[in-house]
C-alpha cells in the first residue's frame, strides 16, 4: 500500500537530489552495520592483541548492541524535531571518531568504551536514514528506496565477515583488528562531505523548534536498557536477570502511561496513537519476531563451524556469503513491487526463509562437516532469498501510514523492536544450542535445536502478517 500524506495534503515536490542524498544515507548505513559483523570475527585477534578477558569480549559486542538499542527510539524524535541532517551529520562525525579511538586503544576497557560511543553514533544515524526516507521519496518510489536500504543491510553483512577475516589475515593476529575500525575512517569522511552537500537543509524559521519530552526519553531509554541487558549480557545468570527484565517492562508501561498523558498538550516522544494503526502495530511486532528468528542463523552457524569444527573467520564469512547476497538482491527487487503486492510478499519471503532455515538445518545433519560449507549454499541462498522479501517491504508497508513529520521517531521504535528480537533470539536459540551440546556433546544435533527455535520464531511472524492480510481483505469486503 502506497504512502500518502497526512491530512489528505498533497505531496512536496519532490527532491531532484534524493536519490543523490539517499547513496549518502546508505554509505552511512553500511558503515554501522559492516562494524557489527566485522567485529564479530575480530575478536580473536583483539583476544590476542590486548590480551583481554572473556568478560572483555563480551562487553567489546554487548556495548555497542545495548547502546544502538537505547537510543534508536530517543535518536529519532531528535531527529524529527531538530532537524534530521543536523543529527545525521552528528551522529556519523561522532562514529568516525570513536572509530579512531577504537583503533587506536592501548587496553580492552579501552576499546569496550569507543565501542558503546559508536553504538551510541550507530543509533542516531539509523533512523535518521529511515526518516529521510519517508521525507523524500513518495509512493512506489519510498519501496524502491528502502530496497535499496534492504539491499545495502545484505550487503554490509556478506561484506564484513569476508573483508574482517581479510584484513586480519593481511595485519596479523595482534594487529589486523585495529583495521577493522580504521577502515570506517575514510568512510565515515566521504558520507560527512557528501551529506553536508546533498542532503536537504532543515527547515528554519517557519516554526518554533518544538519541546523536547525529557521524561519520555529517560522512561524509553530506561526501559530499553533493562530489557536488553538480560538478553545480551549472557554470562549474568540468577534470578536477578529477570529481575531486570520485569523492572524494563515496568518501565516502559510508565513510559506508554506518560506518552498518552504528555500527548494531550505537547509532541510525545513517540505518539501511541500510532499503534491503532494495524499497518504499524502488526508491522513492528512481525519485525520483533522475524528479527529474533533469522538473526540466530548466522549466529548458531558460525559457532557450529568455527568451535564446532575450527573453521577460520574467513571461511565461516565466506560460507554466510550465499545468505546476504540472496537477501540484498532480493531486497533490491521487492522494493519495486511491494507498493501493488503489499502484505502477501512478506508472507511469501516468510514461507521462504523457513523452507531455506529448514533445508540447511537437514544439510548439516546430513552432510559430511569438511562439505557443509558447500553443501549448505543453496538452503543459505533461498533463506536469503527469503529474507530480502521480508525487511524492506515491512519496513515500507509499517511506515505507509505514519505521517512524514513523525517518521523518526516511527522508525526507531520499529528498530527498537527488532534489536531486542535480534538479542532475545540470540539468546534463546544460544540457550538451546548449549544445552543440547552439553547433554549430547552432538554440535549437528545441538544446530538442529537452534534451528527449530528459529523455526518457531519465523511461523510466529508468518502468523502476524496472514492476521494483516486477514484484516485487510475484510475491511475491503466490507
Same mark, same amino acid.
Given at each position: 500500500?502506497?504512502?500518502?500524506?497526512?491530512?489528505?495534503?498533497?505531496?512536496?515536490?519532490?527532491?531532484?537530489?534524493?536519490?543523490?542524498?539517499?547513496?549518502?544515507?546508505?554509505?552511512?548505513?553500511?558503515?554501522?552495520?559492516?562494524?557489527?559483523?566485522?567485529?564479530?570475527?575480530?575478536?580473536?585477534?583483539?583476544?590476542?592483541?590486548?590480551?583481554?578477558?572473556?568478560?572483555?569480549?563480551?562487553?567489546?559486542?554487548?556495548?555497542?548492541?545495548?547502546?544502538?538499542?537505547?537510543?534508536?527510539?530517543?535518536?529519532?524524535?531528535?531527529?524529527?524535531?531538530?532537524?534530521?541532517?543536523?543529527?545525521?551529520?552528528?551522529?556519523?562525525?561522532?562514529?568516525?571518531?570513536?572509530?579512531?579511538?577504537?583503533?587506536?586503544?592501548?587496553?580492552?576497557?579501552?576499546?569496550?568504551?569507543?565501542?558503546?560511543?559508536?553504538?551510541?553514533?550507530?543509533?542516531?544515524?539509523?533512523?535518521?536514514?529511515?526518516?529521510?526516507?519517508?521525507?523524500?521519496?513518495?509512493?512506489?518510489?519510498?519501496?524502491?528506496?528502502?530496497?535499496?536500504?534492504?539491499?545495502?543491510?545484505?550487503?554490509?553483512?556478506?561484506?564484513?565477515?569476508?573483508?574482517?577475516?581479510?584484513?586480519?589475515?593481511?595485519?596479523?593476529?595482534?594487529?589486523?583488528?585495529?583495521?577493522?575500525?580504521?577502515?570506517?575512517?575514510?568512510?565515515?569522511?566521504?558520507?560527512?562531505?557528501?551529506?553536508?552537500?546533498?542532503?536537504?537543509?532543515?527547515?528554519?524559521?517557519?516554526?518554533?523548534?518544538?519541546? =523536547?519530552?525529557? &521524561? !519520555?526519553?529517560?522512561?524509553?531509554? /530506561?526501559? $530499553?536498557?533493562?530489557? #536488553? %541487558? *538480560? +538478553?545480551?549480557?549472557?554470562?549474568?545468570?540468577?534470578?536477578?536477570?529477570?529481575?531486570?527484565?520485569?523492572?524494563?517492562?515496568?518501565?516502559?508501561?510508565?513510559?506508554?502511561?506518560?506518552?498518552?498523558?504528555?500527548?494531550?498538550?505537547?509532541?510525545?516522544?513517540?505518539?501511541?496513537?500510532?499503534?491503532?494503526?494495524?499497518?504499524?502495530?502488526?508491522?513492528?511486532?512481525?519485525?520483533?519476531?522475524?528479527?529474533?528468528?533469522?538473526?540466530?542463523?548466522?549466529?548458531?552457524?558460525?559457532?557450529?563451524?568455527?568451535?564446532?569444527?575450527?573453521?577460520?573467520?574467513?571461511?565461516?564469512?565466506?560460507?554466510?556469503?550465499?545468505?546476504?547476497?540472496?537477501?540484498?538482491?532480493?531486497?533490491?527487487?521487492?522494493?519495486?513491487?511491494?507498493?501493488?503486492?503489499?502484505?502477501?510478499?512478506?508472507?511469501?519471503? =516468510?514461507?521462504? &526463509? !523457513?523452507?531455506?532455515?529448514?533445508? /540447511?538445518? $537437514?544439510?548439516?545433519? #546430513? %552432510? *559430511? +562437516?569438511?562439505?557443509?560449507?558447500?553443501?549448505?549454499?543453496?538452503?543459505?541462498?533461498?533463506?536469503?532469498?527469503?529474507?530480502?522479501?521480508?525487511?524492506?517491504?515491512?519496513?515500507?508497508?509499517?511506515?505507509?501510514?505514519?505521517?512524514?513529520?513523525?517518521?523518526?521517531?516511527?522508525?526507531?521504535?520499529?528498530?527498537?523492536?527488532?534489536?531486542?528480537?535480534?538479542?532475545?533470539?540470540?539468546?534463546?536459540?544460544?540457550?538451546?544450542?548449549?544445552?543440547?551440546?552439553?547433554?549430547?556433546?552432538?554440535?549437528?544435533?545441538?544446530?538442529?535445536?537452534?534451528?527449530?527455535?528459529?523455526?518457531?520464531?519465523?511461523?510466529?511472524?508468518?502468523?502476524?502478517?496472514?492476521?494483516?492480510?486477514?484484516?485487510?481483505?475484510?475491511?475491503?469486503?466490507?
Amino acid at each position: 500500500m502506497a504512502s500518502s500524506p497526512p491530512h489528505g495534503s498533497p505531496p512536496a515536490p519532490a527532491d531532484p537530489r534524493r536519490w543523490r542524498a539517499l547513496a549518502v544515507c546508505l554509505v552511512a548505513g553500511f558503515m554501522a552495520l559492516l562494524d557489527v559483523t566485522i567485529v564479530n570475527v575480530a575478536l580473536p585477534s583483539i583476544e590476542v592483541g590486548l590480551d583481554a578477558r572473556d568478560e572483555d569480549l563480551q562487553w567489546i559486542v554487548s556495548g555497542y548492541a545495548l547502546a544502538f538499542g537505547m537510543v534508536l527510539g530517543l535518536a529519532g524524535r531528535i531527529g524529527d524535531a531538530r532537524g534530521r541532517r543536523r543529527v545525521f551529520l552528528v551522529g556519523v562525525a561522532v562514529f568516525t571518531l570513536a572509530s579512531v579511538a577504537s583503533g587506536l586503544a592501548p587496553v580492552a576497557g579501552v576499546l569496550v568504551a569507543t565501542r558503546a560511543v559508536q553504538g551510541l553514533a550507530g543509533g542516531v544515524i539509523t533512523p535518521q536514514v529511515s526518516g529521510l526516507i519517508q521525507q523524500l521519496f513518495h509512493g512506489a518510489e519510498r519501496g524502491r528506496a528502502f530496497g535499496w536500504f534492504g539491499a545495502t543491510v545484505g550487503v554490509s553483512t556478506a561484506v564484513g565477515p569476508t573483508l574482517g577475516g581479510l584484513l586480519i589475515h593481511l595485519g596479523g593476529p595482534v594487529d589486523g583488528w585495529r583495521w577493522v575500525f580504521f577502515v570506517n575512517v575514510p568512510i565515515g569522511v566521504a558520507a560527512i562531505v557528501l551529506a553536508a552537500r546533498l542532503l536537504p537543509p532543515d527547515a528554519r524559521g517557519q516554526r518554533p523548534p518544538q519541546r =523536547l519530552d525529557v &521524561v !519520555g526519553m529517560l522512561l524509553l531509554g /530506561t526501559g $530499553v536498557l533493562l530489557v #536488553l %541487558v *538480560p +538478553v545480551i549480557e549472557h554470562q549474568w545468570h540468577g534470578p536477578s536477570r529477570w529481575l531486570s527484565t520485569a523492572g524494563g517492562i515496568a518501565v516502559l508501561a510508565g513510559f506508554w502511561a506518560w506518552e498518552r498523558r504528555y500527548a494531550r498538550t505537547d509532541e510525545p516522544t513517540v505518539d501511541v496513537a500510532l499503534f491503532r494503526r494495524r499497518s504499524y502495530a502488526l508491522g513492528c511486532l512481525l519485525a520483533m519476531f522475524y528479527f529474533a528468528g533469522f538473526t540466530a542463523v548466522p549466529f548458531v552457524l558460525s559457532l557450529f563451524l568455527q568451535q564446532g569444527h575450527g573453521y577460520s573467520a574467513l571461511a565461516t564469512g565466506l560460507t554466510l556469503t550465499p545468505f546476504a547476497l540472496g537477501s540484498a538482491v532480493a531486497a533490491a527487487t521487492s522494493g519495486r513491487v511491494v507498493t501493488r503486492v503489499g502484505r502477501p510478499l512478506v508472507a511469501a519471503g =516468510l514461507v521462504t &526463509v !523457513g523452507v531455506g532455515v529448514a533445508a /540447511t538445518a $537437514v544439510v548439516i545433519e #546430513l %552432510v *559430511p +562437516v569438511r562439505l557443509a560449507p558447500w553443501a549448505v549454499a543453496p538452503a543459505l541462498l533461498l533463506a536469503g532469498l527469503g529474507s530480502g522479501l521480508v525487511i524492506s517491504p515491512n519496513v515500507t508497508l509499517t511506515l505507509s501510514e505514519v505521517p512524514v513529520r513523525r517518521g523518526g521517531s516511527a522508525a526507531g521504535v520499529l528498530q527498537t523492536g527488532q534489536r531486542v528480537g535480534s538479542a532475545a533470539g540470540i539468546a534463546l536459540a544460544g540457550t538451546v544450542l548449549f544445552a543440547r551440546l552439553g547433554a549430547t556433546g552432538d554440535w549437528g544435533s545441538a544446530f538442529g535445536h537452534a534451528m527449530i527455535v528459529t523455526l518457531i520464531l519465523v511461523a510466529a511472524a508468518l502468523i502476524t502478517a496472514l492476521t494483516d492480510i486477514g484484516a485487510t481483505r475484510r475491511a475491503r469486503f466490507r
